[in-house]
């Protein structure tokens, strides 16, 4: 991810534009591609042209599933269904054999809203199925169009296939389309980087990697696939309006299932959550079998051999092989120095009132009663401690509050009003954040993109703005990068943004996951476990931090096994046990309070 | 009408049905769907072909044969795409990988065996009809092997191992079961019961290379209908799916058929996402 960083990101405060970081080295490689790209034609060998406008026909198509599968993490292996729809529409249109004739550009675009619309249709299924379904399923669905595109002969010809639409001139000649097919690679590149760099890039990968952290975050995974299948489907929709162009005469055998996995392939051999990795995949594949011309009927074969070895021994793919930045060498002094005057513009809600309120929780999961009849409030501005032996129901509680579990009994109340059960979506748009057991971060991103990852629901503009790079989308980019760097300095991360979160230590998650949270302008924060792990040290620092950010009017509950710490920093503490009520006051109360000392914490 | 309908759906039901046990088997002592059980059902019909017809052995040794090569691509499958995998299942890298493997066995096979279908003989040659041994052959082969893998599961250790592996690897690994072992051998049955499949599935979908992605989607519909690792809403799944296509097939006519089973298909799952007899998902948090 780091690799390809082609947006320019403006540098807080700046919004000049200009790149930042490494002097806009990300953007070297594709200008060079592309420059190479432009020349090729010089050299005079036609076939070559050809072979070269079939790259970019496939990239076209490629650029838009990459944001599918090597950002979002769904196994679309049947996308050639759309380029085959794509080819059929813009054949059928411009050849005028069912309506009037239309121009060719008109076909090429009605071919893209067709593989939008369809687009939508076939990635729909993956919102409920798990990943060899969904698989399966654009599978079935590249056969069924293939098998239709056999049977209508009215419209298609059948196995005898249709002329593609010939464009007009400049772009009749092979040059004259190759430079167009260019150009509109080039264009599908930046659309596809910008939604890449975005909010809705970190989101897919969010999705990918960290699926539950990404549903804490507010990011729908529903909306934001959707969106993305309708972007690639446009994209594959225009491929196959070129791509019958280029063929001048197509049939349904042009459209192999080959075809799909070479697509494929190219996103996995690049490296997933890259655009310049899979761009080169997509060359590679293209070209390799003008090398091996002996190997021609061995390609397929060939692809499938490389998808297994890459998968086998570098499941990052080119891109990972390529991400220098990433794999920097440690530093040696990676003491967590957390600077909690970087929260005042983070904490600003000002949040007064009743808080959140549990009434009478109950929650079983099948015979054994996790949560049984609890109260519990958490008010603006106190830390609220949560301890208990193991199985008393503490992370069973947060997730109630969270939205992951709906309990069978009682409800909960933010500022008085009652909140909907069971959906963890709508929390962080309520300034509801909260961390994890065991920390859910995307190792394959940034410390900073993970943290980007946070302020979702803060930005305003919408995906066709991010597209675009409109003002809109220029401003939230701004505002959450403004916002993770207070985050990661507030928690004392701030010399480690830019490398690849698995290379952090795991005292290093846990403060991670606290600034992911802070992006949100929290008015409340669930904490789960955040000391479990680190040192007698970092315990202390993690304490200052807390009592700093609900001294600045954040609610916090703070489920903990360290007795010390939660003595130490809440204004008020629940002891559970077996998911009851054993105990609640002060810190002092607690710990005179006998019951709690014999089951819990020891003489 | 109803009768040929009736056979000839019963008989690729039964295909399926095989196919789908054939997932089940490397299913359940792995977590893993492997793209490999088509095309195990491919090479079932395209070994016997080549064992009996070009090579002209007698056909029962043909059969032992056949079942060694699958038995062989199973063990093989488990030793390159799927054990080095398995540490980071959640990756779902074993899709990659078993497509992979599944595409090079489907590859050579184009290339070495040709692109055309090819005959299959004739084993028996027993009935007519609708009662033609090309029928009867997939529904017999069928009922052996879920009879045998029961007596397998119920009344053997290896058996009961297996089944101790597949509900619950961890504990079954802390009992001292050998789990690894296991599993290459669940893969090995799987292969096995892949050939079975495509030798008794010779004479009615001919030694066909593309028979294999074929057989991993409609041999996969049953599985995701009936619930991963249930062998039962396998063959039930099975045989409802064949006679249903085969009756689309004779009244609305082929693309239509095929589109009545993926319509069918997709929307069965998006209401019950973890297959008609599925358990619900686990906790997330």
């Known amino acids: 991810m780091p690799t390809d960083t082609l947006t320019a990101v403006p540098r807080a405060g700046a919004g000049s534009g200009a790149p930042t970081r490494g002097a806009g080295l990300p953007v070297l490689p594709y200008l060079l591609i592309f420059l190479l790209a432009c020349a090729l034609p010089l050299a005079g060998d036609n076939y070559w042209t050809v072979i070269a406008t079939r790259a970019a026909i496939y990239w076209v198509l490629v650029s838009g599933l990459n944001l599918i599968v090597g950002y979002g993490g769904q196994l679309a292996i049947g996308w050639v269904a759309l380029l085959t729809l794509g080819a059929y529409t813009a054949s059928v249109l411009a050849g005028g054999n069912v309506l009037p004739p239309v121009p060719p550009f008109a076909a090429l675009a009605v071919a893209g809203a067709c593989g939008g619309l369809f687009g939508l249709v076939v990635g729909l299924p993956a919102l409920r199925l798990r990943t060899f379904y969904f698989a399966m399923a654009t599978l079935g669905f590249a056969t069924i169009v293939t098998q239709i595109a056999l049977a209508w002969q009215d419209v298609t010809g059948g196995g005898i296939g249709l002329p593609g639409p010939a464009l007009p001139a400049p772009f009749d000649s092979e040059v004259g389309l190759y430079y167009l097919c260019l150009a509109v690679a080039a264009a599908c590149t930046l659309l596809s980087a910008s939604v890449a760099a975005s909010r809705f890039g970190r989101g897919l990968i969010a999705i990918r990697d960290a699926e539950v952290a990404a549903e804490a975050c507010g990011i729908s995974k529903a909306r934001l696939l959707a969106a993305v299948f309708v972007f690639s489907g446009v994209f594959a929709g225009v491929a196959g309006g070129l791509f019958a162009s280029l063929q001048t005469y197509i049939t349904p055998e042009a459209f192999t299932f080959e075809l799909s996995v070479l697509f494929f392939i190219s996103i996995l051999i690049g490296g997933r959550g890259s655009i310049l990795g899979p761009l080169l995949g997509t060359l590679i594949l293209t070209a390799l079998p003008e090398f091996a011309a002996p190997l021609a009927a061995w390609s397929n074969f060939l692809y499938a051999a490389m998808l297994l070895v890459i998968v086998l021994t570098v499941p990052g793919g080119i891109a990972a092989l390529l991400d220098f930045r990433g794999r920097r060498a440690r530093d040696d002094d990676r003491r967590v120095l957390p600077d909690p005057s970087r929260l005042q513009r983070l904490l600003d809600r000002g949040e007064s009132g009743r808080g959140i309120e549990l009434q009478d929780v109950s929650l079983h999961f099948g015979g054994v009663k996790a949560i049984d009849g609890l109260d519990l409030a958490i008010a603006p501005g106190r830390i609220h401690g949560l301890i208990g032996p193991n199985g008393s129901g503490k992370t069973t509680t947060l997730n109630v509050i969270s939205g992951y579990v709906t309990p069978q009994q009682g409800g909960v109340r933010q500022a008085g009003a009652p909140v909907p059960m069971g959906q963890p979506l709508a929390c962080a748009g309520r300034g509801l954040a909260r961390t994890f057991q065991t920390p859910r971060i995307v190792g394959d991103a940034t410390v900073l993109q993970n943290v980007m990852m946070g302020g979702h629901v803060r930005a305003a503009g919408t995906f066709v703005e991010s597209v675009f790079r409109l003002p809109r989308h220029r401003r939230d980019e701004r505002a959450l990068h403004q916002d993770a760097h207070d985050a990661l300095a507030a928690v004392g991360l701030a010399g480690l943004a830019h490398l690849r979160a698995d290379r952090l230590q795991h005292s290093e998650l846990r403060f991670l996951e606290i600034a992911r949270a802070l992006m949100l302008h929290p008015a409340y924060l669930l904490l789960d476990e955040p000391a479990a792990g680190l040192s007698a040290d970092e315990i202390l620092r993690l304490g200052e931090l807390v009592r700093e950010i609900s001294r600045r009017g954040t609610g916090v509950l703070l489920v903990e096994h360290h007795a010390d710490l939660i003595f130490d920093i809440c204004d008020h503490v629940t002891v559970l046990n077996l998911g009851r009520v054993l105990a609640s006051g002060t810190p002092q109360e607690i710990r005179q309070h006998k019951e709690v000392v014999s089951a819990y914490l020891g003489a | ?285």
């Open chain 2, 1 to 285: 009408m109803f009768g040929s309908i009736l056979s000839s759906g019963l008989a690729v039901g039964a295909i399926y049905a095989l196919i789908g046990i054939t997932y089940n088997t490397m299913y359940s002592t792995s977590r893993v769907m492997s793209f490999t059980a088509g095309q195990l059902g491919m090479l079932g019909g395209v070994l016997g072909s080549l064992f009996i017809l070009k090579l002209g052995l007698p056909i029962f040794a043909g059969f032992l044969l056949t079942l060694a090569g699958c038995a062989l691509v199973g063990f093989v499958t488990e030793l390159v795409a799927v054990r080095p995998v398995l540490k980071s299942i959640e990756q779902h890298l074993y899709v990659l990988s078993t497509l992979a493997l599944a595409l090079m066995i489907q590859q050579v096979t184009a290339i070495q065996w040709g692109t055309e279908p090819q005959p299959f003989p004739r084993l028996f040659g027993i009935g007519s009809g609708v009662l033609d041994e090309k029928f009867w052959l997939p529904v017999a082969a069928c009922a052996a092997v879920v009879l045998g893998l029961e007596l397998l599961y119920r009344r053997t250790l290896v058996g009961r191992a297996f089944l101790a592996v597949a509900e619950d690897n961890f504990a079954a690994r802390a009992l001292g079961l050998p789990e690894r072992h296991l599993r290459v051998f669940s893969y090995v049955l799987a292969g096995v019961i892949g050939g079975i499949a495509g030798f008794a599935a010779g004479e009615l979908m001919l030694a066909f290379f593309a028979n294999g992605p074929l057989l991993n989607f409609y041999g996969f519909v049953p599985v995701a209908l009936g619930g991963l690792g249930n062998n039962r809403g396998a063959v039930l799944g099975g045989l409802a799916l064949g006679v249903f296509q085969q009756l689309a097939n004779f009244t609305v006519g082929g693309v239509f058929a095929s589109i009545a089973v993926f319509v069918l298909f997709i929307v069965v799952l998006l209401a019950v996402p973890q297959g008609i007899f599925g358990s619900a998902a686990a906790r997330r948090v």
